[in-house]
């Protein structure tokens, strides 16, 4: 009678790695559920003909027609599509060239600059809030600025700060893997500097530029903190028009 073979090195290592792959499943499977299930439970929910959302009273449409029909709703949209589309292109514009000039430039002014950039990104939003807050009283009501008594004006301001530095440093990196050889070479063929920034920088740029024009409209979207400060009554964005209803009672057209 034989005795068992031992199981080879080669073998436990398969177990292993099996059970790592089994525990990375899990592991991942909790996370995406984590995430997504409240998503899903608000978009069942949003199917709700109840007045509020956790009282189910039957299947309908009702709160899409609600969500469609409300002017606060549609207005609260709109400022935040508006805000968000001109905050973007403010941020893109202005991160494209201060990203471009920070990966190009080594005098102390550049370095100045990219603290001040990496001090917005660490600063709590509460703090940009109550900090930017004065200087649109300062400004609107004390100089008689009319421009800053806007509340869409200020949604535009606020928003473009939060999302500049982000734009910044993403147009800053991508320009940093670039060889500047390529834009000099533009120069010794006697290319104006506008067409050389036209014609070689801004396309190595754009990959960085789009994702920052996306990231700066998506912060946009988002900022319910900062926003909340500023708003004047008719300018309500869509994250705080949120975050107000939650607070009294989310109803199922919120959801829809």
Known sequence: MSANPMPST????????????????????GVFTFLFAPIVVIVIYSFNDGRLLGAWQGFGFKAYHRAVTDQTIRDAVKISLISGVFASLLATTLGTIGGVLLARTRSKWALILTGLLAIT??????????????????????????LFNNGLVRLVIVHTSVALATVTFM?????????????????????????????????????????????????????????????????????VYLFGTVRTGMRPEVAA
């Open 10 to 29: 080669a073998q436990t290592h398969k177990k292993k790695r099996d059970l790592f792959a089994v525990l990375y499943w899990i592991l991942a499977v």
């Open 121 to 146: 990104l660490v600063t709590p939003e509460i703090i940009d809030a109550v900090s930017i807050l004065p200087w649109f009283v300062t400004l609107g009501t004390d100089a008689q600025l009319l």
């Open 171 to 239: 147009v800053q990196a991508r320009m940093a893997g670039m060889d500047p050889a390529i834009e000099e070479a533009a120069s010794d063929l006697y290319a104006s500097p506008w067409n050389r920034f036209r014609q070689v920088t801004l396309p190595m740029a754009r990959p960085s530029i789009m994702a920052g024009a996306l990231m700066a409209f998506t912060l946009s979207l988002d900022n319910t903190v900062v926003s909340s400060f500023v708003a004047l009554p008719g300018y309500t964005s869509w994250p």
